[in-house]
């Protein structure tokens, strides 16, 4: 079966928005070295972290809707799309 160009570009874009997420994590982490005793790293922290997962939930997101099918979805009935 041969890659359509969607799920190259997915992939390639995939790969980009890790990489820039990580850099992020590493800035902050970075960031939060040299900060101030009193600041409230937790909270520097979600700020951080909460694009993430929405990005990650994101991308699992439209990966499902370019693959329908790909996962099976228990209690529904075949033929009838959840």
Do not use: C, N
């Not at 992020?24 to 951080?48: C, F, K, N, Q, V």
């Amino acid at each position: 079966m041969a890659t359509s160009l969607a799920d190259i570009l997915f992939a390639a874009i995939a790969i980009a928005v890790t990489v820039a997420q990580a850099f992020i994590l590493r800035s902050t982490a970075r960031g939060m070295r040299h900060a101030a005793p009193d600041t409230r790293a937790g909270l520097e922290w979600a700020y951080a972290i909460a694009p993430a997962v929405a990005l990650a939930a994101l991308l699992v997101a439209v990966w499902l809707a370019m693959h329908p099918g790909t996962i099976e979805v228990r209690g529904v009935a075949p033929g009838i799309r959840s």
